[in-house]
């Protein structure tokens, strides 16, 4: 269930794929590596999630990454989120 305060884990996981893409100013394979896939997947993900290239361009200043960056990052590479189950 979805809560308006709360962002569902499909929003999540892209708005980690624009991040990503921001904090390597657009390299996509660094973006990749950084989210623990492959490019082709990265490339896959853009698609299915339909983030356009306005989204993640770089910004002026270089985009400092903060400790809730961090953290969904490390729950991305291990497969869950806090309080719920691994699959």
Avoid: C
Avoid at 2 to 8: K, L, Q
Avoid at 48 to 64: A, C, D, N, Q, S
């Amino acid at each position: 269930m979805n809560s308006p305060e709360f962002p569902s884990w499909t929003l999540v996981k892209r708005q980690l794929i624009v991040e990503a893409l921001r904090f390597t100013e657009g390299n996509f394979k660094k973006a990749a590596e950084l989210l623990d896939m492959g490019r082709t997947t990265l490339y896959r993900k853009i698609q299915e999630f339909e983030i356009k290239p306005e989204e993640w361009r770089p910004l002026k200043t270089p985009l400092e990454v903060g400790r809730w960056t961090d953290l969904l990052l490390r729950t991305w590479r291990h497969g869950t989120a806090p309080g719920r189950e691994a699959p």
